[in-house]
């Protein structure tokens, strides 16, 4: 009886999201924090390139608000430590690093922003140098002994890159490892992260078993296409909508998105359920459709009145 009782807020939580993994985890482990009265501890890393976060960052976001609506604690992970590194993830070569100086500019709005979504009461917001700098060698060596190199290789960017011959730095390895031992260190109950961060999310799974944790339970969501409706939205490529930018521009930017994504931007990026009436909505008159779409973005981020005036 008590585990039924959880499996409709474990659905609602997995709505929209592209794997969890595991349903029957999140189950238990809600389960078990409504017993102990210990909140769970929801972890969303952070890379801190840019300055501004923009709607694509604002759907894990989401999602971790609606866990903290029930309670629990948002943890984000802000990787000043490992962006030193460079995530491979969906990279066909080395990334640039970064400096501290860099990471520390980029962070000053970070904080503002982000609570535009999360409740500031449920946030923690950590820095993996916290823990990852106190490291020596020896702890890196016992870290680097808890996976192996095969198991590294069966990640897709690396497999590629492998097989053509490219460079891969030992460096890179360290990467998931570094982002595992995040999980350890704050005790993550559930990770959150788009799909191309996948692998990283199971490697912690596996590494807080090394460390006698609990496994996290693992939720990705989707990338959100941008608006040129073909790469996910990016500072990098131009094709995104800061969440600090003007409500005008906001508004001028959702017009701009192809038909095609006006029910995914719905459904990822506002309250509105997608029915049927929606769905023929966008069908019949998708001008109208963006408009209204454009009106609750701006309305999340600025406010009625803001809205009223985009």
Same mark, same amino acid.
Request: no cysteine; hydrophobic share 30%; aromatic share 16%.
């Given at each position: 009886m008590g585990t039924r $009782?959880?499996?409709p807020i474990a659905d609602e939580l997995a709505h929209g999201t592209d794997q969890l993994i595991r349903r029957e985890d999140l189950i238990d482990k809600l389960q078990g924090s409504d017993r102990t009265g210990r909140p769970l501890r929801i972890k969303l890393g952070i890379d801190p390139s840019a300055p501004h976060l923009t709607l694509g960052h604002s759907v894990p976001l989401r999602k971790m608000r609606q866990f903290q609506d029930l309670g629990h604690v948002g943890v984000l992970v802000v990787g000043d430590f490992t962006r030193r590194i460079g995530d491979p993830s969906g990279r066909s070569s080395t990334r640039a690093l970064m400096s501290a100086e860099e990471i520390e500019r980029n962070m000053e709005t970070y904080r503002d922003q982000a609570f535009k979504i999360l409740d500031p009461e449920r946030t923690e917001f950590r820095y993996n140098s916290e823990w990852l700098r106190k490291l020596d060698f020896a702890d890196i060596i016992h870290l680097t002994a808890k996976y192996t190199v095969a198991r590294m !290789? &069966?990640?897709d960017d690396f497999s590629k890159r492998y097989a053509a011959g490219e460079s891969i730095s030992v460096l &890179?390895? !360290?990467?998931?490892?570094?982002q595992a031992y995040d999980s350890v260190a704050i005790e993550a109950d559930v990770e !959150? /992260? /788009?799909t191309d961060q996948l692998f990283n999310l199971l490697v912690g799974r596996e590494i807080q $078993? &090394?460390?006698?944790q609990e496994p996290q339970v693992v939720m990705t969501v989707p990338l959100l296409i941008g608006l040129d409706g073909e790469w996910a939205m990016s500072?990098?490529? /131009?094709?995104?909508?800061g969440i600090s930018e003007k409500p005008e521009e906001i508004y001028g930017k959702i017009l701009s998105i192809p038909d095609t994504l006006i029910g995914p931007y719905f459904d990822w990026l506002t309250d509105v359920e997608v029915d049927k009436d929606l769905e023929r909505s966008i069908e019949s008159a998708p $001008?109208?459709?963006k408009r209204r779409l454009a009106r609750e973005i701006v309305q999340i981020y600025h406010g009625a009145r803001a809205a009223d005036r985009a």
């Open positions: $009782r959880f499996e !290789l &069966e990640r &890179e390895f !360290l990467y998931p490892l570094a !959150l /992260g /788009g $078993r &090394e460390y006698e500072q990098t490529t /131009g094709n995104y909508v $001008r109208d459709a």
